[in-house]
């Protein structure tokens, strides 16, 4: 899939923008705070409604302007995709595919796959679990209507049962309500682990290979699915939880506390590798979700590079520049260093300036 092109209209630091790109690699590059990040995050925004900085609508508007516009038109195998959409200061963001306006943003769903990749990224495996939880989460809501769902109701029960166990330190004898709230956890909570226990096994087929190629053989990495619960279903450990819960006025067991973790050469990388092995294998990462989402999707998704190859070393820059000419690539720097030793092609540059193109090439 690629985007064709993006008009800007009062978004961040744009009034007006208009850019047409090209079917590979396009380079963005430019001084700091010019608003090279502020473009990709367009790009995301338009196909997943939120940023990727989690920015609200709102502040995303140009200062002082009432409503922004991005209209992105993208090409999957072949057909053309409008996207339109309008971000308000005080009102709810209005969508529209094809000039049809939609009522559910979860309608734009499977439209545009974004793999987005900045610095933070690195950082993934040695963050805390709510990161790669977030990713999880993130990834499966693109791949998986289903998951989406069934997340989205996982959610809602998670925070009526924490507000209830709040309740029953007032009064105890609402204590006997919470099993109707453990059941309906155990039932969405259970399909929300089952498909990040797949998604695991599936992200494991691919980044074995990766992984080893990246580390010119030295390591092999696994991946595992770590619960919070001790053989027991959902239900059961909810249960046996339950005095503690109460106790605790949160609920202590559930995906919502679960987390991956990264095995390399036997040992647990989140706690015990090294910086390097952290930021490599947050690499083989990421460069594992373009290929599941390929596989699952049966066409490439858009990668917008944020700032990542000077995070890197040569030879991870080569290895991600290697990996992705065959994919439409977005990508920011400050400046195309990066590039000259690397016989890899750019096919579009543009050069920014506070808020302007003012070289294309
Ligand atoms: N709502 C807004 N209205 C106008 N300008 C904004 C708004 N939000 C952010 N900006 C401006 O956008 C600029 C930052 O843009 P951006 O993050 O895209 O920079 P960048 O070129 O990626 O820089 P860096 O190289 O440091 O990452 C800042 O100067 C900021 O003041
Ligand atoms: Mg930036």
Redesign the pocket.
């Known amino acids: 899939m690629i985007i064709k092109s993006l008009k800007l209209k009062n978004f961040?630091?744009y009034d007006l923008l208009n850019l047409n790109f090209n079917h590979a690699t396009n380079i963005f590059y430019?001084d700091?705070?010019?608003?090279?990040?502020?473009i990709l995050e367009s790009i995301y925004v338009s196909g997943t409604t939120k940023s990727h900085r989690g920015t609200k609508d709102k502040?995303?508007?140009?200062?002082g302007e009432e409503e922004a516009h991005i209209e992105t038109i993208v090409e999957k195998k072949g057909v053309p995709f409008r996207i339109d959409m309008h971000l308000k200061k005080n009102s709810p963001k209005g969508i529209a595919i094809n000039k049809v306006p939609i009522k559910r943003a979860s309608e734009l769903f499977g439209i545009i796959h974004l793999v987005f990749f900045s610095p933070e990224d690195l950082n993934i495996i040695k963050n805390g679990p709510s990161e790669r939880r977030r990713f999880m989460d993130l990834e499966l809501s693109q791949l998986d209507k289903i998951y989406l769902c069934d997340l989205a109701n996982y959610n809602r029960v998670l925070n009526q049962r924490n507000r209830l166990l709040k309740e029953i330190s007032f009064r105890p004898d609402l204590a006997d309500t919470l099993e109707i709230w453990d059941m309906q956890a155990a039932e969405y909570g259970e399909k929300v682990e089952k498909r990040r226990k797949r998604f695991v096994e599936e992200l494991n087929e691919i980044i074995q290979g990766i992984h080893k190629k990246l580390t010119g053989g030295r390591e092999e990495i696994l991946l595992s699915y770590e619960s919070g619960k001790s053989g027991e279903n959902l239900l059961e450990a909810l249960t046996k939880n339950r005095e503690r819960d109460i106790r605790q006025k949160s609920t202590s067991v559930g995906p919502h506390r679960d987390d991956i973790c990264f095995w390399t050469n036997g040992l647990d990388i989140r706690k015990f590798g090294s910086q390097g092995q952290q930021r490599t294998a947050a690499l083989s990462l990421k460069l594992s979700q373009i290929r599941l989402i390929e596989s699952v999707i049966g066409d490439t998704p858009i990668l917008l590079l944020d700032?990542v190859l000077s995070e890197l070393d040569k030879n991870r820059q080569n290895y991600l520049l290697d990996s992705i000419h065959d994919i439409q690539t977005l990508i920011?720097c400050?400046g195309l260093d990066e590039f000259v030793d690397h016989r890899f092609s750019i096919n579009k540059i543009f050069q920014?300036k506070d808020g302007r193109v003012i070289k294309e090439n």
């Open positions: 961040r630091n430019g700091n705070a010019q608003g090279k990040t502020n502040d995303m508007i140009l200062f700032d920011t400050t920014i």
